[in-house]
């Protein structure tokens, strides 16, 4: 679910992890080019939101083929239980619900 008052855009996500004046930009991933390219589809987006988005895939390529960022952890896990666990549940962020099960 997306927080209050967030729409899932290309500039909501490339623009925290993509420009120099981003709060969230933890790689402190610098590139003027890619500053002026994000600065120029801003304008263009009300205008031409088609347009927008072939500027947006340009912009994410940019940032793409200099890798800012290195993803080192792949969140896929496995639980195994036995027969006599019960109310299995699994919440995508807190992992499994361990108040919830019961075991016979």
Same mark, same amino acid.
């Given at each position: 679910?997306?927080?209050?008052?967030?729409? #899932?855009?290309?500039?909501? %996500?490339?623009?925290?992890?993509?420009? $120099? *004046? +981003?709060?969230?930009?933890?790689?402190?991933?610098?590139?003027? !080019?890619?500053?002026?390219?994000?600065?120029?589809?801003?304008?263009?987006?009300? =205008?031409?939101?088609?347009?927008?988005?072939?500027? $947006?895939?340009?912009? *994410? !390529? +940019?940032?793409? *083929?200099? +890798?800012?960022?290195? $993803?080192? &952890?792949? #969140?896929?896990?496995? *639980? %195994?239980?036995?027969? =006599?666990?019960?109310?299995?549940? &699994?919440? #995508?962020?807190?992992? &499994?619900?361990?108040?919830?099960?019961?075991? !016979?």
């Amino acid at each position: 679910m997306w927080p209050t008052g967030y729409y #899932p855009s290309a500039s909501t %996500f490339i623009t925290p992890l993509g420009t $120099w *004046d +981003a709060v969230s930009n933890s790689s402190a991933f610098c590139d003027p !080019r890619i500053d002026a390219m994000v600065e120029r589809v801003t304008r263009v987006q009300a =205008r031409d939101p088609v347009a927008s988005q072939t500027l $947006w895939r340009e912009i *994410d !390529r +940019a940032i793409v *083929d200099q +890798a800012p960022y290195l $993803w080192l &952890v792949n #969140p896929i896990g496995a *639980d %195994f239980t036995s027969p =006599r666990v019960g109310n299995y549940q &699994v919440h #995508p962020q807190w992992g &499994v619900l361990l108040g919830q099960l019961w075991v !016979r």
